[in-house]
DNA sequence: CGCCTATCGTTGTCATATACAACTATCTAT
DNA sequence: ATAGATAGTTGTATATGACAACGATAGGCG
């Protein structure tokens, strides 16, 4: 077995997540398409269905998407009827998000079909194998927004 | 511990992952700037620097981007002097794109900065853990890619 | 009570990335 | 020699997103 060290994995690492990213953004424009709504309406629907009466800054924050696009957003699942904003009560400047029945469904659909094409990638896996996927995805996630949030990208950024 | 099954794991995986790509995404929009690249220039020169003499028409395949796209990325890369373009010896129609010096070292300090920040997350994994997660990307990305390649969308693609 | 400031969302404007289609120049096979 | 295929370029349209200016509302403080 060929020893490897921190260093020559976070190169193999740089390299297998530029791959998959490249692969990621070259899927998600493709998908454009899927039951009428756009790749980031997909994931505006799923923050409103995940967490019913957010609000469109939470929506931008959630997203991590400029309040105006997150305005903009928000009106074209409205005008799709996907979901509905009511303003809050006791807030009047604020705008409580939910999904509609049709919202719901519509993301369901969404997720199942993402579920089934990922669970071909988990075929050949076994129950520990999965699991240690899933938590190594999820490290990388986690491992990236906080680096996000601190301001560390990874170059050009002021320290 | 939890039983999963196989489909709830991929429950689990279609979470996190898109939590990634979410944070990938963004981490990319905000980086636009780094060295002088954009994003898509820096993938645009790391295709060039790992495999020279590349024609424009490889490099959109590689990249996943249509011929005209990928045109333009070279020209912004050969007028910042990141590339250059020669004609083809045999064939006048096609040009090899080559690195320039400072091309190569742009591109090495981009690939530093990025494995050092990858490192970061690899800091709490012992070899046989960095070597399992760097296996299950590129699991995930030759996947992603094989759907991609089948025509396989996850969804609304006629099949 | 009335004003000042902060906050929420919207709208106007602009930049960028990308696709698609039409085009030019070149090559290749018949 | 010519027809068709191929490499790359250019014109144009669309979508996504940011930034800035704005209107409406809320809340604190004199």
Redesign the pocket.
């Known amino acids: 077995m060929t020893t490897t060290t921190q260093q020559s994995d976070a190169r193999a690492l740089t390299a297998v997540l530029s791959d998959l990213i490249r692969v990621i ?2 899927r998600d ?2 998908r ?1 398409c899927c039951y009428g709504l ?4 997909c ?1 505006g629907l799923a923050a409103v269905v995940e967490t019913p009466e ?7 924050a959630s ?14 699942l ?1 005008e799709s009827g996907f979901i509905t ?1 009511t ?2 009560s ?8 939910c999904p509609t029945p049709r919202g719901e469904a519509v993301h369901s659909a969404i997720q199942g079909d993402l579920e089934r094409e990922y669970g071909h990638l988990l075929t050949e896996l076994d129950a520990k194998g999965r699991a240690s996927l899933v938590r190594a995805i999820q490290r990388l996630a986690t491992g990236f927004a906080a680096s996000v949030e601190t301001g560390g990208g990874s170059c050009c950024v002021v320290r």
């Open positions: 953004q070259f424009r493709d454009a756009s790749v980031s309406q994931y957010l609000t469109v800054n939470d929506l931008a997203l991590f998407l400029e309040k105006s696009t997150a305005s903009r957003l928000v009106n074209g409205t904003k303003p809050d006791h807030d009047r400047r604020t705008l409580r998000l």
